[in-house]
């Protein structure tokens, strides 16, 4: 994998961005206009590339609702891997510019990509991906210095030591000490610490207890009418985090996905670079795909050397038949008041056991609220009138019955306006769920704590743990209009 270039933005205090960073690779774009022929983009001067980064991270033209680069219905944004559409006579589009930020600190890199440009091949095929957001998580490690947090004065340090520190680690633009793709997995016998080479990307050696932590994160997101005329929408998707304090330069630890009989195939599935050899099936489930009965169902085994600090080992997306709260939400317009009529439903595969249930309700473009009357047969109501928000506390458990309702009228009638909205304009109104269960998955996806194994000379200390988590979880009032996709929703 080479770069064709390298970028460092920083936003200073107020809305000033600039470029602090950039490093062009002659040779490795030469390489780059022989491979792509006729289809070459040149990649343009330094202004039009942060005008455009800066647009499509949604950093630009924070005053305005929408942006058609950006905003419009038939762009796909595919963070990190964004397209930028270059105008003038090399005009095109560049791909994949890859870009992370903490902060006010963004990081972005064009990797080379040897493979033809239609059709676009898709991204978990692409090592270049991968090794790019490794050097780009690299470097901002570097930068942000062991407080983890930009500032100038130690940013200006750190920037002017990059030059030669890329002379090293990434010479004529090719990273060095990059695992390589379907490299042969490391033998089990420990190898003596002299005879191994410690990669960049590891920035120091392990010593004391040997403990490996192991989190599944399970996220559901969804969007649901109440309306036979709108096809109620969801996904699932899910990330295992590792955290390894393991003594050797290459220890190697291999983690094992398992999932029960009926469950559904992981598709979609990326890896880190540090994962040091995959079945070429594990990679191969799509979720664009019709789903195949007979794809790969695991059990996914991930042998890697890790990193010292906690990285992403994997992320996958799950088709699950059902969402895990059904919601129905009616609210009318009645004498100058809103009528609201709530009922949700806990689906009997999901676990009755919340670290934390909410549901939230707001009201925009009305006056605040005046007189609020509801009436819930479980849980709690708190009312803020300044915000014109209602949240509705549900606990740790749904009642035996596993549904819950809420009946009520409010009415608009305080001294100030309330919140704005351009979407939610009449009875256009939507409830947003927040939740999280620990010790399940929608999936049925674990990682079971005696699968994961440790070659090392000491015997480690294996925890294991995951969690099921709400995102963008919404229930819109089937009694007004809601915005809709004409597909599945998109990661």
Known sequence: MSLRALWIIFQEKGDHVSIRFTRRFATVEHRAKSLAGSSYVAVPEDNSVLQLLLTELGLSDSDKDYVALRDDCLHRQRSPALELCVDGPGKGILWPVLAISHGPLTLACLPIVDAPAEPRPPLA?????????????G???????????????????????????????CPLGTPLDV???GAPAPSAVPTPVGSQK???????????????NVALKETVRSMQYGNRSRQDLWDVYGTVTCKCEVEGVLPNVTVTLTLPPNGSPLQDILVHPCV???????????????????????PYKFPFSPPLEPFRLCSYTSQVPVPPILGSYQLREEENQLSVSISLKLHESVKNSFEYCEAHMPFFNRDQMGVVEVKVSSGQMDVSKEKNLLVWALGQKFPKSREVSMEGKISFSGPMAGPTDPICTGL???????????????????VDQHSVQVYSSAKPRIMTCRELQSKEYFIWNSSGTAPMSSGQMML
């Open 139 to 169: 470097l901002q490690t570097f930068l942000l210095g062991s407080g983890g947090k930009p500032d100038n004065e130690g940013l200006s340090v750190r920037l002017a030591m990059l030059p030669s520190l890329l002379l090293q680690v």
């Open 428 to 446: 256009t109104a939507y409830i947003k769920l927040y939740f999280k269960v620990p010790d399940m998955t929608l999936s049925g996806c674990c």
């Open 179 to 181: 695992p390589i793709s």
């Open 125 to 137: 095929s692409l090592l270049s991906v991968s090794q790019g957001l490794t050097l780009l998580a």
């Open 276 to 298: 040091t050899s995959l079945d070429s099936c594990i990679l191969s489930a799509s979720s664009v795909d019709n789903c195949d009965s007979s794809a790969f169902s695991g």
């Open 198 to 212: 410690q990669p960049f990307w590891k920035t120091g050696l392990h010593r004391g207890r040997a403990v490996v």
